[in-house]
Structures are given as C-alpha cells and as structure tokens.
C-alpha cells in the first residue's frame, strides 16, 4: 500500500491518473478502500468507552481524630457500566473506578487524621488502623436524553459502604445514593455529557458522605465508644 | 440600463430598511415586570461582596448556571458596579455547604451554617455580605405554525411561518450574611414573542426575554444591595 502510495505521489508530476489506474488495478489500493471500510463500520458500530474523569473540593469540615484505613476492592476500582441501545447492543462503556479513588482520596483525608490506603483488607492490622472503610458500587444508572426525552444526561448510583474494624470485625454497613445531571444542550458530544453527569453525582456523594457519615447509627455508637477511650 | 440598477438598488435598500424595522418592532415585543419586597435595611461597602448562586434542588428544573453568571456580570460593571464572588469559585471553596442537596434553604438555616467556624472562617475571607438565591426557568411555550424546507437538483429553499412565546420567571432572595437574616426579595416576569419566517431562507426573530430578565433583575439587585 505505502509502495503504492509513493509511486502515485512519483507518478502525479508525470501521469498520475494513469499511475492511480495502475494501482486501483492491482488490486492494493481497492483493498485498502475496502479494510478502510471495514474498519469505519467497526468504528462506528463499537461501543463507546467513557472514562469518568473530574476534579472534587475539599471538604471544609472538623476531622475525626482517628486513623482509617480504605480498600478499594472489587466492585470500585473495577467497577464498569455498559449502556445498551433500543437493539441491545452495547452503546456507552463507563469506567468510573478511577475517578471514585479520586474522589475518595480528597474526602477522607479531610474527614480523619490520617488516612492509609490499603492494598488488601489483611493489611490492616499491621497499618495500626482503627478502622477500615470498603465503598462499593451496587448499582449505577444513565440516563441519556433520546430515551427519556428530557434535555440532560443524568447519573444515578446506589452505594454500599462498610466500615470494619482493623481485624474486619463489623462496625457498620450502610446504603447511599447519589444523584448527578448535566444539560444535553451544552455538550457537543454524549460522552462529554456522560462525563459531567457522573462527576455531578460523584460531587453529590461527597457533600452527604463527609456531612452524614458521624450521623449513620451503627458509625455515630462506634465513634462516641471510640473517642471516649 | 443604468435606471435599472439604481432602480434594483432602492429596491434591495428598502427591503432591508423594512426588514430591520419589523426586526426593531419585533425585538421590542418583550415585556418585563419587576417586583421589589423589602423585609430589611440594606446597604454595601466597597470591600463586601456579593455572592449569587442558582437553586438546583428541584426535580423538575434548575436554574441554569448561565442565568446566574449573566446576572453577576451585570452586576459587576457599570457605575456603582459591586463585587460579585464566581458562582463555582464560591460554591467549590464552601464545599461541602452549598450542593444541591446541603444547601441552606431558609435564612434560619444559614444562621446554623454560620455557627460552624471553618464556614464563617471562608466567608469572611471573601467578604461576603449578601447570598442572592436565583430561583427560576426559562419556558417555550405556543408554538404555532410550520416551515418546511425542500432541496431538488436546481436548488433548496424553505417556506412557511413559525412563532413561539418565551416566558421567563426568576426570583432573587437577598440574604444578609452578617444578621444571617432575608433582607428582600426581587421578582421579574419576562415575556416575548418570537418569529421565524421562511421565505427561501429562514429568518429568526428571537425575542431576547432571558436577557431582558438578566438585565432587569441584576439592575434592581445593584440598586436593592446598596440601599437604594
């Protein structure tokens, strides 16, 4: 294809269309057109991959004067929701995993003392923690603007998180929901609106997570025990 | 031959002294009303700051974050012009306080809000002496009339006539950060028709009633804040 390609662009000072005929001819630049193609309807017939990416503020409330330890385990950092169209094929592919690290990374810090990152859940104890806490995703819903008929994309998520003791005793286990839109109207493309719908309702889940988590029952029992030592 | 193209020349001259003037009379078919309550004194010095933010938490609208920034510029220019704190920039550095969902929604609240020192701490930083909440939306409504547009091997063209009424309805509540009380609140109903006819070409007649009520309602805030 690429010897073809050079002989054309030789032959253009001369005789170029006869050179093209040649080629057309031999069958390498027909195939070409053919892969080329071939590769446009794969492309346009792919589902498309939406890698949640944002940035979260601080939050600006009093930390808890303990040390906590986060696992970001299965159903998180893996986490990966597929969109399927009106025909059932797979539309929109959304990663989110990262972005809940992110997320995660900026909130906890500014809620505890300290916060240790943990590569597995056996890991805590030696980390002197004095609790482990485990978000994870049950469940996550899009909701895109041709199938609901409104002018915005929106996110919907369901949480389960968990809060153990360092030797994965139970502390407490709680559901939470996050809610996020974006207006259609101001995205030039769907992954874009996708992406900022997501980040919305990732921001949602932080403002009640660092406001509600001391008033969750089983978490407010454990911290008056804990802090009272 | 030369009369004749003086003649076209009149002609395209005064088809588009026509157009404009039934675009003017058109354009000015939008009609604003504005409502002042005041429960309070008001007044602002050159170092205080005025911060407004959008309401957001109900299902069926939110106030778009263009209306809200449409207004604080206004605000912002202009003689006696007050320094008006990014909607964004305020909200990110308040997190998690001001979200849709924690947001204080009545003036009791934002005497709780105060109560916490890490939020009086970054209000003082930005001077704010007044929170204005903008609460309100934008509604098409009547829409009449049709255009269809054709394209053949000579050429395309559209034909026909389209109108539609644009309704806007915004409320801004006035907090006093420093008593943590509602010192008013401002009103304003806009409303205008717009045109679209299609003669070859479509020509739209937007009435601007989103940004007559941006105007309005940001001129009578300045004046509300500072006393007047």
């Known amino acids: 294809m690429s010897n073809c390609i050079v002989t054309s662009k030789r032959a253009a000072a001369t005789n170029g269309v006869t050179m093209m005929k040649r080629c057309f001819q031999s069958g390498d630049l027909r195939r070409a057109l053919l892969s080329l193609l071939i590769l446009l309807c794969l492309a346009s017939c792919a589902a498309r991959t939406v890698n949640v990416q944002g940035s979260y503020p601080r939050p600006n409330i009093p930390a808890i004067p303990l040390v906590l330890g986060v696992y970001y385990g299965e159903g998180l950092s893996d986490f990966m929701y597929t969109e399927l169209s009106d025909r059932g094929e797979e539309e929109y592919l959304v990663s989110s995993g990262d972005t809940h690290e992110v997320l995660f990374n900026t909130v906890l810090p500014a809620m505890f003392e300290r916060v240790v990152v943990l590569d597995s859940m056996e890991e805590a104890a030696a980390r002197g923690v004095d609790a482990v806490f485990v978000p994870r995703i049950n469940e996550f819903q899009l909701g895109m603007p041709q199938k609901t008929r409104l002018d915005s994309y929106e996110v919907w998520v369901r949480y389960n998180m968990r809060l153990t003791g360092a030797d994965g005793s139970y502390i407490a286990d709680w559901v939470m929901t996050a809610y996020g839109k974006a207006t259609a109207s101001s995205f030039s493309t769907a992954e874009r609106g996708i992406n900022d719908a997501a980040v919305a309702a990732l921001r949602d889940l932080a403002s009640n997570f660092s406001l509600g988590f001391t008033g969750v029952p089983d978490v407010r029992d454990w911290l008056q025990r804990r802090l009272s030592q | ?228």
């Open chain 2, 1 to 228: 031959m030369i009369i004749k193209a003086q003649h076209s020349m009149l002609s395209a001259w005064f088809k588009s002294m026509t157009s404009l003037g039934l675009l003017l009379l058109l354009q000015a078919c939008t009609t604003t009303t504005i409502d002042e309550f005041r429960q309070g004194a008001t007044g602002i010095t050159s170092e205080d700051s005025v911060v407004i933010l959008g309401r957001r938490q109900g299902a069926a609208y939110e106030t778009r974050a263009q209306f809200v920034e449409c207004v604080g510029e206004r605000m912002a220019r202009g003689a006696n012009a007050i320094n008006v704190i990014p909607e964004q920039q305020f909200v990110d550095a308040m997190f998690p306080w001001f979200e849709p969902r924690t947001a204080p929604l009545r003036s009791e609240d934002l005497q709780q809000l105060m109560a916490q020192p890490l939020v009086t701490e970054i209000m003082s930083g930005f001077g704010v002496r007044y929170i204005v909440w903008l609460d309100g939306q934008t509604e098409t409504t009547s829409r009449m009339g049709s255009i269809s547009c054709a394209v053949g091997p000579g050429g395309g063209g559209c034909f026909g006539f389209g109108s539609w009424e644009d309704d806007s309805s915004f409320e801004a509540r006035v907090w006093d950060v420093s008593s943590a009380t509602a010192v008013g609140t401002i009103s304003a109903d806009a409303t205008g028709q717009s045109y679209m006819p299609a003669v070859f070409v479509p020509i739209p007649l937007i009435a601007r009633v989103e940004a007559n009520a941006c105007s309005s309602l940001a001129d009578q805030l300045k004046q509300f804040v500072q006393g007047g």
